[in-house]
Every structure is written in structure tokens, then in C-alpha cells.
């Protein structure tokens, strides 16, 4: 399957060897099947370790920031999706990285599957996945299943419109066809239709397994302060236990910090090993920087984010 | 957004008031207090977001 990945795998070896960058994130092999990991490479005699498939549901730009880029770093070339790339345009409008820190190698993506759904499939631990355009084959010592990718895509690849990056300093493929929706928000409008305490219910049974690891908070671009109000212990913003009201407490305010920011690149699910849909909390956000300011984050380097300007035009008729 | 965020998360809307007063409209800040409070005591007593600290 022509998955870009000789291409990525040539632009970053003549990017290194010109110097062009000091480095080349990418996605490398996991440990295990239908893992992958991220990589930092500096040798162009390295490029063959990097790979792109369907299972690179990390979000690379969460790999260049955290402030590291304020250190007097070389130039740094990231292998980008959509999603990716929209994450790397959140980092240089919220002034955490400069454009000309990172060269973009965009990847027209064709969305990524959720682990989840294919491990359901097998009683036993997966010891092998190939995938071949659509057709992913997958075994383990017991079976193995022939499964289509667009059966088992993650949900927000499924209402994913940005696959192809809007921002690029090279691409590493042909641009893929985007999507439109009728109903990009159903999941979200089908928790809005329940009536509060319904809703309340199905919140605390969304997070009632979450072990505060912050699996979902560390592997999100966006999460990149310093001190995280969870870990601050004075003031200590929210208890650290598993109390639900604490648990509830980390979740709103979590994704709220999120608003107009979310790229729904699901780094956040895919990381979680309690398999909790946290994205239940954003999307909200998302349709409503959507509906109330037009908004969708990580599109356009020169425009601000809804909440970060003021315009006589914003929604104001929730203050009294 | 927040408040939308609140309510999708089952918050009573009625629980979540914003307003903007100046310290020279005291008359608004008793206003607002006002139907605030009418509006909180005809929900009764919140169950959402609070600790139970006796068990
Ligand atoms: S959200 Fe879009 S760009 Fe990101 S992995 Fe899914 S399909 Fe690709
Ligand atoms: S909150 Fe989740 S979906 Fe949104 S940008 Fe962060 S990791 Fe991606
Ligand atoms: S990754 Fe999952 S279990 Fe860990 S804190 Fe986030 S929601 Fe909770």
C-alpha cells in the first residue's frame, strides 16, 4: 500500500543531509503489533525506521512543543496529518513554536483505526497486522480476520474534514478527497436531547473507570503548561483522588481549557487505557466555537482563536 | 462556551449566571442577586459537583 511512507522516508533523509533540519519526528514501530511510536531521528542512515499506517493515532505535534522550542533548537521537520499539522498551527498562534522553527512534511490522511474495535474481535492477544489499502488482515495464535479499515475507523477520523494538512511545507502524497456532513455533531446532540440528569448520568458513567493517570492530558499538544492545574498542590484546584465529584472536576476542566483549540485528533482517546471517549467533552466545545464564532481550530496561522480576541460581534446575550 | 459545556454536562442552566456590574451599579448587582437566587431556590438544593464529605 502506498501509504507516503517512501516519500516521507526520502524527504526527511535530504532535509537531514542538507541540513535543513536538525531533526525529523515521525511515527517508528512499536514494541508490539498495531502500535506505533514516536521518534526523533538525526540520521538520514535512520529513515528506514520510520513508517506511517493506519495505527499513528498519536498527534506528533505534541512532540515539539512543551516549550522545548524555546530552547535555541535547530529546525525541526515533523511528519503531519491533518490533524497534526492543525495542532502545529495551534503551537505557532499560541506563540509556542515560530513557523520557521518547523518544516511541515504533510501526510493526505486517510484516518486512523481504533485499537479498540479490532481487539474486540479476538479473544487472545494480536500478533500480527498488515494492512493493504483498505483491507487490513489481522491474527493472532487462534485466528486471523480480514477486517475493512473504513469498518473500524476511530470516530473522529470518521467526521474528520481536515484530513489533508492546511498548512505544509512540503507534502509528502497527492491530496486526498475531504468529506462533508450532514450531521457533524451527532454524537454530541444526542447527549444534548437527554434531559440534565440523564445527561449528568451518562457523564459520570463516561469517566466513573478513570485512574487520573493523565495518559489523555499528556499525549494532547494543547496540555502544555508548565504546572497543570491537576498537579498544583498550592492553591490545589481539584482533589487528586478518585472521588467522582474530583474526577468530574479534572474532565470539565480539562477539555475546557481545550475550547477553540480542539483539533479532535483524538491523541487524547487513543492514549487512554481506561478506553474513556473524552472526546465527549470536547466535541462539545468544538460545535459550539463551530456555531457561535465560526470557528475551527488550527486552520489559518493569521487569524486568533475565538477566545483570545474580543469583537463587538461575540454571543453575549448569556450575561446579564 | 463554559456554561454550554455545564449544561451539555447535565448542570442545571438556571445554576449558571453570568453578568457584568460595575461597582457603581449596585442596584443591578441587587438584581441580578435577586433572580439568581429565585431562579437556584426554585431547583432546590444541588446534588452535582459537590463532595459528600460524611459517609
Ligand atoms: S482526525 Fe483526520 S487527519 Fe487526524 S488522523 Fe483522523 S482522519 Fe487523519
Ligand atoms: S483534546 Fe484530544 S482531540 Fe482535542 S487536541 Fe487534545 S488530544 Fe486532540
Ligand atoms: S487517560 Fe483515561 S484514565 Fe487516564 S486520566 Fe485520562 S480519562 Fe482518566
Redesign the pocket.
Known amino acids: 500500500m502506498d501509504t507516503c511512507i517512501e516519500k516521507i522516508r526520502a524527504i526527511g533523509a535530504d532535509l537531514l543531509a542538507e541540513g535543513t533540519v536538525e531533526k525529523v519526528i515521525g511515527f517508528a514501530n512499536g514494541s508490539i503489533p498495531m502500535a506505533t511510536r514516536p521518534v526523533a531521528l538525526t540520521s538520514e542512515k535512520d529513515m528506514d525506521k520510520l513508517v506511517f499506517n493506519s495505527v499513528c493515532g498519536l498527534n506528533l505535534a505534541n512532540y515539539v512543543s512543551k516549550n522545548s522550542l524555546s530552547k535555541k533548537e535547530g529546525k525541526i521537520a515533523v511528519v503531519a496529518k491533518g490533524c497534526d499539522a492543525r495542532n502545529l498551527v495551534t503551537h505557532i498562534v499560541e506563540n509556542q513554536i515560530s513557523r520557521d522553527q518547523i518544516y511541515i512534511i504533510g501526510v493526505p490522511c486517510t484516518g486512523m483505526v481504533d485499537k479498540r474495535k479490532i481487539a474486540a474481535l479476538f479473544e487472545d492477544e494480536i500478533t500480527g497486522f498488515e494492512e493493504d489499502n483498505d483491507t487490513l488482515t489481522v491474527s493472532s495464535p487462534s485466528k486471523t480476520e480480514t477486517v475493512k479499515k473504513s469498518d473500524v475507523l476511530r470516530h473522529n477520523c470518521r467526521v474528520c474534514t481536515h484530513r489533508n494538512p492546511p498548512v505544509y511545507d512540503v507534502m509528502a502524497g497527492e491530496p486526498v478527497e475531504e468529506q462533508t456532513l450532514d450531521q457533524p455533531y451527532e454524537d454530541v446532540d444526542q447527549i444534548a436531547a437527554m434531559d440534565p440528569d440523564a445527561r449528568w448520568a451518562y457523564f459520570e458513567k463516561l469517566?466513573e473507570?478513570?485512574?487520573?493517570?493523565?495518559?489523555?492530558?499528556n499525549a494532547c499538544p494543547l496540555c502544555y503548561c508548565p504546572t497543570c492545574f491537576v498537579d498544583e498542590s498550592g492553591p490545589q484546584w481539584v482533589g487528586k483522588g478518585q472521588n467522582e465529584t474530583d474526577v468530574t472536576t479534572?474532565?470539565f476542566l480539562r477539555a475546557f481549557h481545550c475550547a477553540g483549540r480542539c483539533t479532535d485528533c483524538g491523541a487524547?482517546v487513543e492514549?487512554?487505557?481506561?478506553g474513556?471517549n473524552?472526546r465527549d467533552f470536547t466535541r462539545k466545545l468544538n460545535k459550539d466555537a463551530l456555531e457561535l464564532f465560526g470557528w475551527e481550530a488550527g486552520l489559518d496561522l493569521d487569524k486568533r482563536p475565538p477566545l483570545d480576541v474580543y469583537s463587538p460581534n461575540d454571543p453575549n446575550d448569556f450575561i446579564k | 462556551m463554559m456554561g454550554n459545556l455545564l449544561e451539555q454536562m447535565g448542570v442545571d442552566r438556571d445554576r449558571i449566571h453570568f453578568s457584568w456590574i460595575s461597582s457603581a451599579e449596585a442596584t443591578k448587582f441587587v438584581d441580578v442577586v435577586k433572580e439568581i437566587s429565585d431562579k437556584v431556590r426554585a431547583l432546590g438544593p444541588n446534588k452535582k459537583f459537590v463532595k459528600d464529605y460524611i459517609k
Open positions: 469517566t473507570n478513570c485512574i487520573r493517570c493523565y495518559a489523555c492530558r479534572f474532565h487524547c492514549a487512554c487505557p481506561m474513556i473524552v
